[in-house]
């Protein structure tokens, strides 16, 4: 495994999600979880075409992501919508498929009272990033 710096301190008001959540648990999560993706058959040609043969840059940034997410470090800061924004092969549905292997990489690698916590946040960020490709889902009335 790639040694990873340590966080910096999170904010003062801001505290980690749960205590037992660190940088090696991160790396754990992220490893486990793209080498999930890139063996799906639907997403992984996505990846592929989205990311370039190496793949430890993304893993990386990644890593800081879920950092910033869960421990409050900061270390983010990228902007995911514009780089969403550009993969035109993404449809809706596949947010699903990335849920579903999400919550089956924090199932295996999350000890079960930390797997809830990154699987909240994964929804509400596929949720956020589904808004801002596709927008505001049209609002039904029963019966149309």
């Known amino acids: ?12 008001n801001r505290a980690p999600l749960h205590p037992d959540i660190n940088d090696q648990m ?3 999560l992220v490893r486990h ?17 989205a990311i370039p043969a190496d793949w ?15 421990m409050m470090s900061g ?11 550009a993969l035109k092969t993404v449809r809706p549905e596949h947010f699903e ?11 295996e690698i999350c000890p079960a009272e930390v797997a809830p916590l990154f699987v909240e946040r994964a929804e509400r960020i596929a949720e956020s990033l589904k808004l801002a490709m596709y ?6 009335t ?3």
């Open 1 to 12: 495994m790639t040694e990873i710096h340590a966080s910096p301190a999170p904010h003062p």
């Open 26 to 28: 991160i790396e754990r």
């Open 33 to 49: 979880f793209y080498l999930r993706i890139r063996e799906d058959r639907t997403l992984g040609p996505i990846f592929a075409a």
């Open 56 to 70: 430890e840059p993304h893993l990386q940034t990644m890593m800081s992501f879920w950092s910033s997410v869960m």
């Open 75 to 85: 270390r983010y800061k990228g902007q995911p919508v514009p780089k969403h924004l």
């Open 97 to 107: 498929i990335w849920l579903h292997l999400f919550r089956e990489s924090t199932q």
């Open 135 to 140: 927008g505001v889902p049209e609002i039904r």
């Open 142 to 144: 029963p019966g149309t």
